[in-house]
């Protein structure tokens, strides 16, 4: 299940956190499509608890109510026209599956109408009852909430926030959770984000895999398996370690945005990006998925905080320019929505906010502007120039290595990709004026951090490469973006 199931030549996928599934179609055909990105990450299909105290917060998402696919991001029948035209462009859709649990307490009805209680585990919708969770023979932690994360048992048996804890040892409550999948499945889905992975025993989460489906032969040759990569939040403290899921699929990487927010905040030299990859401590690279920032920890969930987001923007367009660089990892894009934070005593009041809306609190949709950029409150970083130009670049250098690696000794670096593509970044504190080694062939090119490659001609900064591989750059200190990126795809 480790094997990205993008169409060729594409490696980014992008999370269009909250999006509607007809603006999310809009977007395959408009610009996921013809910019080279490989697929989204969808936030979850399945209906879910509807909350209005505080008024319908993005984390609703993650309390299912059943599987129908109902939701804010639109009907089944929306979702079914997103995945078939995605497909047809060669964008594939990642379903967000929160299969650990349901609801926490209370009653009520779901976004698709199905009635609730998670007082008595009653959840018709599926349906599952009280004898599908786990209860006090399999949790010990005293009032069923999870406390102790050094407990095994206890993350696994016990709720997750006073989450309803599905008791995935029993096979009617498998066959459901892959029912659902693969529904999803049958669809087109091409693989799933697996929420709270870290919440359910590898042995459980092996078997369900096991009874998944081979990806729908509309769109996928035959035999192909989904791409599944598990959450697991692994910081190295914990008793629970990715090590356990890297044999049966990927696993989300959170040292890895930690580690990058350091770097390019400037408290630890970008020169040691040297050697990035395991020998930071880090899985092997085909068995993550990598990111600067994700939709909890950019609003300080998920044990979040520290990490870089769209809001430092100047040190997150390095952050992911660098990221999207560098070949450690299968490369996942935040694509995210505006909100007014407002902190106090370091936490952030508002990080409940749900994605902009209309009157009626249905999902409003996003504007485009000339530049390509978002408006209506949407962020839209993966339509950033210098972040989608570096898909393009990925895209273009994809199976080479790092070569030519170049530092001023502290927080300027630069390197190649074989010889496909060069990139410097300035996250110094004095200028860059460099004759380097690009290890490209000779000509002008286009540096696609400033500027496209439109008409024949470079609206950004040229690049001269000379006839032995080496050419100049002056880059500032003090500029937004002092990264200056080339590839053979963008030569004049
Ligand atoms: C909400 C309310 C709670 C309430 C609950 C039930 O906020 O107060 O008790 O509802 O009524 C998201 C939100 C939660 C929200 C939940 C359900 O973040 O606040 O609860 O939706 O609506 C752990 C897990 C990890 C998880 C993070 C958030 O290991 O799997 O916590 N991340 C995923 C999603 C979240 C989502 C859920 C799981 C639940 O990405 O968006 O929650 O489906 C250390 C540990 C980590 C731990 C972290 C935080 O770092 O190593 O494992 O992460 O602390 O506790
Ligand atoms: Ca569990």
Redesign the pocket.
């Known amino acids: 299940f480790s094997n990205p199931t993008c169409a060729p030549g594409r490696y980014t996928i992008t999370h269009l956190f909250e999006w509607k599934w007809t603006d999310i179609a809009d977007e395959c055909e408009k610009f996921l499509g013809p910019y080279g990105y490989c697929g989204v990450q969808i936030s979850p299909p399945n209906e879910n608890r509807v909350v209005t105290s505080p008024n319908r917060p993005w ?2 998402r ?2 299912p109510v059943s599987y129908k696919l109902v939701t804010r991001s639109g009907t089944e029948a929306e979702f079914r026209n997103m995945v078939d035209r995605c497909n047809k462009v060669n964008v594939r859709i990642y379903a967000d599956v ?1 299969i650990n ?1 349901m609801t ?2 209370g009653s009520g009805s779901g976004t698709g109408g199905s009635h609730y209680d998670g007082g008595s585990l009653s959840y018709p919708g599926v349906p599952f009852s009280s004898w599908d969770f786990n209860a006090g023979s399999e949790c010990h932690s005293g009032d069923g909430d999870i406390h102790n ?1 050094n407990d095994p048992n206890e993350v696994r048996n016990c709720r ?4 309803r804890d599905l008791k995935m040892s029993k096979d009617y409550v498998r066959d459901k959770v892959a029912d659902y999948m693969n529904n999803l499945i049958n669809i087109g889905v091409a693989g799933f984000r697996v ?2 992975a ?2 359910m025993w590898p042995g459980d989460l092996r078997a369900v895999f096991g009874k998944l489906h081979n990806l729908n032969t509309k769109y996928f040759n035959s035999g192909q398996k989904p791409f599944i990569f598990q ?1 697991v ?1 692994d ?1 190295g403290g ?1 008793a629970i370690k990715a090590a356990e899921y890297t044999p049966i699929a990927r696993v989300t990487n959170f040292i890895y945005g930690i580690k990058i927010a350091d770097v390019f905040r400037g408290n630890n030299p970008a020169k040691y990006l040297k050697n990035w990859g395991s020998a930071w401590g880090m899985p092997s690279p085909f068995d993550v998925v990598v990111f600067i920032d994700n ?2 920890n950019q609003r300080g ?3 979040g905080g520290g990490v870089l987001t769209h809001f430092e923007h100047r040190a997150y367009k390095m952050a992911t320019a660098f990221m999207l660089a560098h070949p450690y990892g299968f490369t996942r894009v935040m694509s995210s929505y505006d909100w007014p934070r407002n902190i106090v005593n370091g936490e952030d009041k508002n990080n409940w906010y749900g994605p902009p809306h209309n009157g009626d609190m249905s999902i409003k949709g996003r504007s485009i502007k000339a530049d390509l950029s978002c408006g209506n409150g949407w962020t839209c970083e993966h339509r950033w120039r210098q972040i989608y130009n570096m898909v393009a670049f990925r895209n273009l250098v994809f199976g080479t290595t790092v070569n030519n690696w170049w530092d001023n000794g502290n927080k300027a670096i630069a390197f190649s990709r074989g010889n496909r593509g060069f990139i410097v970044i300035n996250d110094d504190t004095a200028d860059v004026n460099a004759n380097l080694q690009t290890g490209l062939p000779q000509g002008t090119y286009c540096d696609v951090i400033s500027g496209n490659y439109e008409n024949g001609a470079c609206t950004g900064n040229e690049v001269h490469v000379g006839g032995d591989g080496r050419a100049h750059f002056h880059i500032s200190h003090q500029s937004e973006d002092p990264v200056v990126a080339i590839h053979i795809g963008k030569l004049l």
């Open positions: 984390w609703e993650y309390q929160v649990h926490g307490g994360y997750l926030v006073s989450l929420d709270a870290k919440h959450e939040i910081m914990e939709h909890d969930h998920g044990g």
